[in-house]
């Protein structure tokens, strides 16, 4: 049994553009057109591919049909630049799925795809999860390469170290006077509303349990973006841990020990020019502005082996 490329695309222009109607607005066919496209793979395959909920979601089966169909995409690129078929020539662009988390994208991430862009006919499409979760994506098939905070290769990866994330906490200069004017001690802690990310981030109860104070009960807000996050500490809503590259001169430290969250690049395992020459810049880039680590060569894996995520913000 052989999978068509175009039925596979067509599955994987279903999931992410969310339904049938947009899938049929970007590949210029008809909605019946998508739906039959659909019916037909199913038929073939003999599995439900796709859930029809709003956004559409893959099912096991449909998320090893998109990995198959994203390799298709991409090694097909590969090749019609290699003869020599460039943007200029006819080539289509290419969109390419990432997953990064938040304090990534707020710091260093973007300058790096917008140097890609410039040079290639990529359309980045961007998934923000928390590093501890992108690693999921790639399994699914959902993205080609992702910035997580797993060191041990997901089943059909390699993995290349970046560098490290170092978070303080910090606060308001009027926020530290009102809660902290006896020192930040256990009991002001315990008191002293905090600032979260989402409700999978526990960096801020990392801190706490190191400073002895347990998380449970300490008043806190929930602002899930990451520059909002840091306006939210520099507005005085609450103390927070603050990645260092974000740190403003109008905050003071709390003190306490700094958390570092070590970031590795994984990317499919798949002989892609296009796909190397991306991890290369975004890892020249961590590199100089996260500091290197000790570099040692990708770690392939043949299974999919994942130890407990730190506990960190995305």
């Known amino acids: ?16 553009e969310g339904t049938l109607d947009a899938a049929s607005r970007r590949l210029r066919i008809t909605p019946s057109a998508v739906s039959q496209r659909l019916k037909t793979l199913e038929q073939q395959l003999g599995r439900i591919l796709v859930v029809r909920t709003k956004p559409a979601r893959l099912t096991q ?5 998109v990995r198959l169909a994203r390799q298709v995409a991409l090694l097909e690129h590969d090749a019609l630049v290699g003869v020599g078929i460039d943007d200029a020539g006819g080539a289509p662009r290419i969109s390419v799925p990432l997953a990064v988390n938040a304090d990534s994208m707020a710091t260093w991430f ?16 961007l998934h923000r999860d928390d590093q501890n979760f992108t690693a999921r994506l790639l399994e699914s098939g959902t993205v080609m390469a992702a910035v997580t905070s797993e060191e041990t290769p997901v089943a059909g990866c390699s993995a290349t ?16 006077e009102r809660w902290f004017s006896k020192g930040v001690t256990a009991t002001a802690l315990a008191s002293a509303p ?15 349990r190191a400073m002895s104070v347990s998380e449970d009960g300490v008043p806190r807000h929930y602002v899930p973006a990451s520059h909002d996050y ?19 001169a109008g905050l003071v430290p709390l003190g306490g020990p700094a958390l570092r969250v070590e970031l590795f690049w994984q990317q499919w395992n798949l002989r892609s020019e296009l796909l190397d020459t991306i991890a290369e810049e975004i890892a020249a880039e961590a590199h100089r502005v996260l500091g290197r680590r000790s570099v040692t060569p990708p770690r392939k894996s043949r299974a999919s082996r994942r130890p407990p995520g730190r506990a960190a913000a995305g």
């Open 61 to 65: 089966a449909g998320e090893a049909v």
């Open 161 to 176: 170290p970046l560098g490290v994330l170092e978070y303080r906490a910090m606060a308001e200069p009027a926020f530290a």
């Open 110 to 125: 973007l300058a790096p795809l917008a140097r890609l862009s410039a040079g290639h006919g990529i359309d980045f499409d």
């Open 194 to 208: 905090f600032v979260d990310f989402d409700r999978r981030d526990t960096l801020q109860h990392e801190w706490l």
């Open 1 to 16: 049994m052989r999978i068509d490329p175009h039925l596979a695309a067509t599955l994987a222009a279903i999931v992410d």
């Open 230 to 248: 840091a306006l939210a500490v520099e507005l005085g809503l609450g103390w927070g841990m603050l990645p260092v590259l974000q740190d403003s």
